[in-house]
């Protein structure tokens, strides 16, 4: 595994980490999501992304689980807050920030997390409000720095504006071959102000791992064919993107790659990029995950790769 600094923080991040989104607490079984986790700590993949949104808790109590016991310098922990919590729990308002983040803390089991993420903008509160409650949190030692998730370029600038406040050293944005989109303003924004892109979804929610046949009914054992997870793929089963992905299987075999360390490699090209978040059902598949960090690829063939996924986004609208 290799490391890199997470925008202008002390933090060290694996270029893969892993995350729960749908594979702890929910979609995977319990003893599987912990094996996975003990696995990637093993292979070096220190970096745990959650959120208190995944299963309503229910990820962030497996996470926590699963790291007990661990010696707490050996691995960086990140959590997010926004989400509908039920009974009114929502958003990113001074109140909700101090409540979500003890929450998380007693279900993660430990004193702190290292990174404090809001999931999505809140446009409900003001926006000093919310930047003056994480910076008590951070203050407060619960959080070692903050960052946010698929935020607008203007929200950035407004955050940054923001006087006396901690600032945000992550953003957490989809980006894949597959969408490009931050590339165009909050990539550039962010590396101007030492901010690092954690990226989600950089496989497309599994769509560039070339498993699925655009003539086929997908795997029984995939994402897509399963009651808790496929809901989330509805967008990526189109027949231009996994014709698309079928289409870039040959480069990546040009690299001596799996479909899936090719899409990593070229995610982790980008020098914004701290990390790219792999979900897991197995332990196999952090294994061939990680071995994209040892990737030396062409351009050229990237530039292929490129063009065919440009040419899937048009088909697909």
């Not at 995950?289 to 088909?315: S, T």
Request: with cysteine.
């Amino acid at each position: 595994m290799k490391y890199r600094q997470l925008g202008s923080s002390d933090l060290q991040v694996s270029e893969i980490s892993l995350g729960s989104w749908l594979t702890a607490g929910v979609g995977v079984e319990k003893d599987t999501a912990i094996r996975n986790i003990h696995h990637a700590l093993d292979i070096g993949i220190t970096f745990h992304d959650t959120a208190n949104v995944y299963g309503r808790g229910a990820a962030e109590t497996v996470t926590g689980e699963a790291l007990a016991g661990r010696p707490r310098d050996t691995y960086v922990l990140a959590t997010k807050l926004f989400g509908d919590m039920g009974g009114g729990d929502q958003g990113l308002s001074r109140v909700q920030v101090f409540k979500q983040i003890d929450a998380s803390l007693k279900r993660l089991r430990t004193d702190y997390v290292d990174l404090y993420q809001c999931h999505r903008y809140d446009a409900n509160t003001p926006l000093e409000e919310t930047m003056e409650a994480l910076s008590e949190v951070v203050r407060a030692g619960k959080a070692r720095w903050i960052g946010f998730s698929e935020w607008s370029p203007q929200n950035i600038r407004d955050a940054l504006a923001v006087p006396g406040v901690e600032k945000f050293v992550s953003s957490q944005p989809q980006y894949s071959l597959l969408w490009r989109r931050p590339e165009k303003e909050v990539i550039p924004l962010c590396a101007e102000n030492g901010i690092s892109q954690i990226v989600w979804s950089p496989l497309a929610q599994g769509v560039l791992t070339g498993k699925y046949d655009p003539d086929a009914p997908p795997p029984a054992d995939s994402r897509a064919a399963s009651e808790a997870m496929g809901g989330s793929m509805a967008g990526w089963m189109r027949p231009a993107y996994l014709r698309a992905a079928q289409a870039m299987k040959p480069l990546a075999a040009e690299a001596g790659l799996s479909l899936a360390q090719f899409a990593l490699a070229w995610v982790l090209r980008e020098p914004n990029v701290a990390s790219a978040i792999v979900g897991a059902s197995r332990p196999g598949q952090l294994d061939d995950n990680a071995r994209a960090v040892e990737a030396r690829v062409d351009p050229a063939l990237f530039a292929r790769a490129e063009a065919i996924a440009e040419a899937a986004r048009g088909e697909a609208g």
